[in-house]
C-alpha cells in the first residue's frame, strides 16, 4: 500500500487528552492517491479519538515520493490555475468533531456523513479529484 505506518500520540494539556496522528505515506500519487489517504487518516483519527473520550488533535502526513503521473499532467496543470480552490484547506479538510457515540467496532461501521462535523465538505474533496480521470500509469 501507498501508506504504510501510523503513529498516534497522546497528549495531555489543562486535564485533557489530546490523540495526535502522524501518517507515513510510501508513494503518493497526487491526483488520486493522497487526497484519498488524507481523508481516511483523518478519518481514522476522529474515530480512535472519540472512541476513546480524547479530543480530536492535529494529522501530520510526511510522503516520501509526491509525484503526478503522466496521463494526470493536464488535469494537476488545470487544478494549479484554479484559483478558485485553496488546496490546502479545501482538499484535505479537518474532522473537529463525531456526533455519535462510538463504544464498539459496529458504531464505526455505521457512521454517516452526516455524523462528521468538519471544517469543509468531505464530499468536495473526495470527488475534486475524481473528474472522469483515468487510472494512473
Not at 480530536?56 to 510522503?63: M, P, R
Not at 482538499?91 to 468533531?97: D, K, T
Request: charge should be negative; include cysteine; charged fraction near 25%.
Amino acid at each position: 500500500p501507498c501508506h504504510y505506518s501510523y503513529n498516534f500520540v497522546v497528549t495531555k494539556t489543562d486535564d485533557e487528552y489530546v490523540l495526535n496522528l502522524k501518517q507515513n505515506i510510501r508513494s503518493g500519487d497526487s491526483i488520486l492517491g493522497t487526497p484519498t489517504n488524507v481523508m481516511f487518516a483523518s478519518f481514522f483519527l476522529a474515530i480512535m479519538a472519540t472512541s476513546l473520550g480524547y479530543n480530536i488533535g492535529e494529522l501530520k502526513t510526511s510522503i516520501d515520493d509526491y509525484h503526478v503521473y503522466s496521463n494526470h499532467t493536464k488535469f494537476a496543470s488545470k487544478m494549479i490555475r484554479d484559483t478558485t480552490i485553496d488546496f490546502a484547506t479545501d482538499c484535505f479538510p479537518q474532522v473537529h468533531r463525531i456526533s455519535k457515540d462510538i463504544g464498539s467496532f459496529d458504531d464505526m461501521l455505521s457512521l454517516e456523513w452526516s455524523d462528521i462535523e468538519s471544517d469543509r465538505d468531505y464530499h468536495f474533496a473526495y470527488n475534486w479529484s475524481r473528474k472522469d480521470l483515468p487510472m494512473a500509469v
